[in-house]
């Protein structure tokens, strides 16, 4: 029996499994013994307090929080919980928030400069597209130029 076992251990199976195949975000169900109506992922709340104490800081701040001031407390407050809701629920293809965000305005700025890339070189991008290359079919050269000319009816007598 105890052999038995002793084979039984040393038996390995080997698992297979894929990377970011199962991923469990953390998610808070209750506050102070308050059962939550939907589960509020931590990732949100910690951007909440993030965006928060930036904005915070902005405010107190005596020269640029003129930028602010005009805004009402509770636009300033609404502000974190749209911006956390937005990086919570916006896929970022498993991209850290800053340069998800970065790669997106890069984006739109190579758009608006009318520029891509190719192979890392910068090319303008072309205001007229032109076929060089095709196939043409048409009469031939010597029935075109020809002018249509009137019929000439001649008459026996």
Not at 10 to 26: A, E, G, I
Request: hydrophobic share 45%; net charge positive; aromatic share 18%.
């Amino acid at each position: 029996m105890a052999e038995e076992k002793k084979e039984e251990e040393k038996v390995y199976v080997p698992l297979y499994f894929l990377n970011n195949f199962l991923k469990f975000d953390r998610k808070i169900y209750q506050v102070f013994g308050l059962r939550l109506e939907r589960p509020i992922p931590l990732k949100g709340v910690i951007y909440f307090f993030l965006i928060g104490g930036i904005i915070l800081a902005w405010y107190l701040t005596p020269f640029i929080n003129r930028l602010i001031n005009w805004m009402q407390p509770a636009v300033l407050i609404a502000i974190p919980f749209l911006l956390a809701w937005l990086l919570v629920d916006i896929g970022t293809e498993d991209r850290s928030p800053i340069s998800f965000f970065k790669s997106f305005l890069k984006y739109y700025f190579r758009k608006f400069k009318n520029v891509f890339y190719i192979r890392g070189k910068e090319v303008r991008k072309p205001r007229e597209h032109r076929i060089s290359k095709f196939a043409r079919i048409s009469r031939p050269k010597e029935l075109r130029k020809k002018v249509k000319q009137k019929k000439v009816f001649t008459t026996i007598r």
